[in-house]
Each structure stands twice: as C-alpha cells, then as structure tokens.
C-alpha cells in the first residue's frame, strides 16, 4: 500500500476521531460515520447504504448517517479501536479479526465451526449471538445484526489444492488473528497476517501465494486476476456484525433504539438474500474470466489436521470451549 493513502487514511480517522469526541459530549448532532470495507456494489455496502437510508426517511433527516465504502477509514483492526472510542458511529466488521479485541467472537473464527451457512444463521440468530452481543457490550461496541459473508476458501497463484499436502511451504495471507495463523500453520503453509487492502498487490508480486475468501470478495477484490486457482475448501463460516458505537447507543431515545435496531435487522434479511445472488453471480463471473476451480473432496482431511488450533484457542479463552458445545447443540 501507497506511504501516502495511509497517512491520509489515518489522518482521516484522527479528524472523526475529534469529531466523534465533541459529539459524545452532547454539543452537536452530527451524521453519524460509518466504515466499511467493500465497494458501492457489494451486498455488504448495499446493506448500510440501506440502513443509513431508511434512518434519514423515518426520522426525517433527525439521524442522518452515512458510510465511508472501499475502506478509506482505515483497516479493519484500525476501525476496530475507532468504533469503540467513538470517532467512528458505526460499521460492519467480519468478526474475523474482531477475536483479539473480543475473545469470545473467536468462537467462529476455529475453522468447520458451523456445518454450513444456514446453521451459522440459526446459531447467530439465537443464543450464540446473544452472547456474543454482550461480550461485545463489555468492550464498547453494540451489536445490531448479523450479516453473512458465506464461506471462504483458498486460492492461490501457483496450483489447486485438493489436500492438506497441496498447502505445504505456500505462503498464505491471513486476517489479523492468531488463529489463522494457527490454521495455516497446522496444514503446513507459512502464514502472513495483512489487510485487505494490500492482498492484491501481494498476490501480484509474489509476496504471498495465496489467501482464503468467499466468491465475492476473490471477485470484488481482484484477486482472480492474480491467482487463477480457487479451491472449494469452505474451512471457514464468519459471520459480520453491524454494530454501533456504544455510547452513542446509549445517548439515544427507547425509541430511538427501537427504530435503529428494527432498520439494522431488517438490512441483514436484505443483505443475506443479496448475499446469497452475489455470492453465485461472483463465482459464475471468476470462471467466465478463466479462473480454475475445484472441489476439495475430502474436507475431512483439512477438518483433522485442526485439532491444534482449537487447543490453543481453548488454552488461550478457556469461554470459547461452551460456546462450541452451544453450537453443536445448534441442529
Ligand atoms: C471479507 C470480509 C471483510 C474482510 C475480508 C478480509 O470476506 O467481508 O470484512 O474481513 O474478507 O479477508 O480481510
């Protein structure tokens, strides 16, 4: 990444930062600000494009926000600490890298957690994101809904990979958390952890080999172009929180908080049906650009070798070990 867009992009931040202070004390009722990582195009950005929409409606123009796509706030980790000191009002985070600020969200971070999209839904929607909620309450952040990002699996510029073997000395890319690392590690790969933002570059120029995401973003990001290989691992299943700042929560009317959270969850019924089109339509659009893909047949293989990472998430967060036997409660 440039020297020049981060300086500006942190620059960016310090600045809502202050403003984000001045608000919190009362003195003005400024747009709310929030960050996101995607493009305008992506179900994720569609979704608090609609949320930020619907507020100025039924309010008329009372709350007003607005979303900062493609990333220009920051990365994530970055937007992570601004949402929870308040210089950012609101966003949508992968809970990915939300595990080394809560601990508990790691929970959906231990690869093959969920058996499959729908049961991550039926858990997200229960008693799992109850807790996870209130895990997030204790650092600041108030989670609103849960969005979906599907499944991710690895691609990579060099060959398909069909077993854990395939991995072996391939440099991966990873999202900011240990675990990941751990996972790579475990299947033999050597693990980067980088922001989004810099992973095509990376690809381009040999840094990594690969990385590991869903359709949408191996489309949306570009990375398709630089590794022509996209295995259907699915070792992954992370949901994303809408979630707001808490203090800000809290300054606002029963009422308020009635309407913020109905337009929240209401965007995430919107942003899983678009989820699930763009998510078919990405993967359509990377084989007509000549992308290669397989099926990773014996996903058992990957599920065996990942006993490792979740000794040491258990050691590190001995809450993580009920929260798994509460999802495998989960039919
Ligand atoms: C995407 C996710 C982003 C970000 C990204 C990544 O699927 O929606 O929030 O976490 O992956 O790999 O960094």
């Known amino acids: 990444m440039p020297l020049a867009w981060s300086r500006r992009a942190v620059g960016g931040v310090a600045v809502f930062a202050a403003l984000g202070f001045l608000t919190a004390t009362g003195t003005a009722q400024a747009e709310w600000r929030g960050w996101n990582i995607h493009v305008p195009e992506y179900s994720v950005s569609q979704g608090m494009d609609w949320f930020t929409d619907e507020l100025a409606a039924r309010t008329d123009g009372r709350l007003t926000a607005r979303t900062f796509h493609s990333g220009v706030l920051g990365s994530q980790p970055d937007a992570i600490e601004q949402l929870r000191l308040g210089g950012i009002d609101f966003a949508v985070f992968n809970l990915g890298p939300m595990g080394p600020v809560v601990p508990e969200t790691n929970v959906v971070s231990l690869p093959f957690v969920f058996r499959d999209l729908e049961h991550s839904h039926r858990a997200m929607d229960g008693a799992l994101g109850e807790a996870l909620a209130e895990a997030m309450a ?194």
């Open 138 to 331: 204790r650092e600041g952040l108030k989670a609103l809904a849960w969005y979906d990002s599907g499944s991710r699996s690895f691609y990579n510029s060099q060959r398909p990979i069909n077993t854990p073997a395939d991995l072996r000395g391939m440099k991966v890319r990873v999202m900011n958390n240990d675990l990941f690392v751990g996972m790579i590690e475990a299947l033999g790969g050597n693990a980067t952890p980088m922001a989004f933002s810099e992973v095509y570059q990376s690809l381009r120029t040999g840094v990594v080999d690969g990385a590991e995401n869903n359709f949408p973003s191996f489309q949306s990001t570009g990375h398709f172009e630089v590794a022509g290989y996209y295995s259907i691992s699915e070792h992954l299943i992370i949901p994303e929180c809408l979630c707001m700042n808490l203090r800000r929560w809290n300054s606002l009317s029963a009422e308020d908080q009635a309407l913020v959270l109905e337009l929240a969850q209401a965007s995430a019924v919107m942003q899983r049906e678009l989820w699930a089109e763009s998510d078919a339509a990405a993967m359509e659009a990377v084989i007509a650009a000549g992308v290669r893909i397989n099926e990773v047949e014996d996903k058992a293989a990957f599920q065996a070798a990942m006993s490792p990472v979740y000794e040491m998430a258990f050691q590190r967060n001995p809450e993580l070990e009920p929260l798994v036997e509460l999802i495998q409660s989960i039919e």
